[in-house]
């Protein structure tokens, strides 16, 4: 490696040491074509990998489009190269999806599908919303390798049941369901916002009702979570395994309840669900929950 190169790798690494990724970039880049002009192949391929990462890490999607081009042309197919999985992430934020399913099959992923969005059954998986803030563990249900559609009703104002997040590929973490483990992938951000607001409410129930609540609002594909499934962990605990039991139905009385459903469903299904049993089920305190600094809307009850 040649004096001027191994400064400027030097003072690559430097940047990117310090997490300045802006920095880091243009050098990385520099010392790659470098790199290829030496006849450094391995080398190079690493520095247009590293660089493509700085782009995704500024969340600078089209350069990080460009640079993950270059870095899996030279990487193996079918191996499970990760420059295939960042230009495959790149590629869904700009929807560019035959770039995106050329990549995913590159890193050795087979697709059903052929042309169009990538859009298939990945299985359930627990995402971490908002890992860099007030980070919250939902479940959501994968459609490609690189997004899920979120199956929880988070207990936050600014995520929803049904919001489609661009999650990372390297898991932090994972939750284990009885026989089953579950790696848990960090949000990187919400890919498609979904409408359907978040509502508290007051429940009075017997067990059996209580279940019946929950299957209410899922035969309408829509969320109904007690607050009590909630449980707060620190976030060193988050990021390891952390066992989890399959949430059952108890009486709720005075229990306080998530719901995710448009207005005008949220009260035709809690009203439908008290009709079934008027002496032992009663809601109460509707509030739909939003943004911080809106305030919230209570709404009434029966």
């Known amino acids: 490696m040649a004096v001027a190169q191994s400064e400027v790798f030097e003072l690559a690494y430097r940047a990117w040491d310090a997490q ?11 010392a790659a074509r470098a790199a290829e ?19 995704k890490f500024l969340r600078d999607w089209p350069r990080a489009l460009e ?36 990549a995913w099959l590159g890193y050795g ?7 169009g969005e990538v859009r298939e059954d990945f299985g359930m998986t627990p995402i971490r919303l908002d890992p860099d803030g007030r980070a919250e563990v939902v479940w959501a249900q994968r459609i490609c390798p690189t997004r899920a559609i979120v199956r929880s009703v988070p207990m936050r104002a ?5 919001d489609v997040i661009l999650h990372d ?27 359907i607001p978040t509502w508290t409410v007051i429940v009075d129930a017997d067990e059996p009702g209580a279940a019946d609540l929950v299957e209410t609002f899922e035969q309408h594909e829509l969320g109904a979570e ?3 499934s909630m449980k707060p962990i620190c976030a060193c605990c988050s990021t390891g395994d952390v066992e989890q039991q399959h949430a059952a139905a108890h009486a709720a009385h005075g229990q306080l309840f998530y719901l995710a459903a448009p207005e005008a469903t949220l009260f035709s299904l809690l009203h439908a669900w008290k009709s079934r049993d008027e002496s032992e089920r009663a809601f109460r305190d509707v ?4 943004d911080e600094g809106e305030g919230e809307d209570g709404v009434g009850g029966a």
């Open 158 to 162: 600014d995520r929803h049941f049904g």
């Open 226 to 228: 007690p607050a009590s």
């Open 287 to 290: 509030t739909l929950i939003v």
């Open 109 to 115: 992923i087979r697709l059903t599908s052929t042309t």
């Open 20 to 30: 300045d990724y802006a920095s880091a970039s243009p050098l990385l880049i520099e």
């Open 67 to 102: 640079l993950g081009r270059t870095a899996a042309s030279t990487a193996e197919r079918d191996a499970q190269d990760p420059a295939f999985w960042n230009l495959g992430i790149a590629a869904t934020v700009l929807h560019d999806w035959d770039v995106a399913r050329d």
């Open 37 to 55: 002009a030496g006849g450094e192949g391995e080398e190079a391929q690493r520095l247009w990998f590293d660089a493509a990462l700085a782009a």
């Open 169 to 195: 590929g390297a898991p932090n973490g994972q939750r284990i369901v009885g026989e089953a483990t579950y790696s848990v992938f960090d949000e990187i951000h919400v890919w498609q916002p979904s409408d």
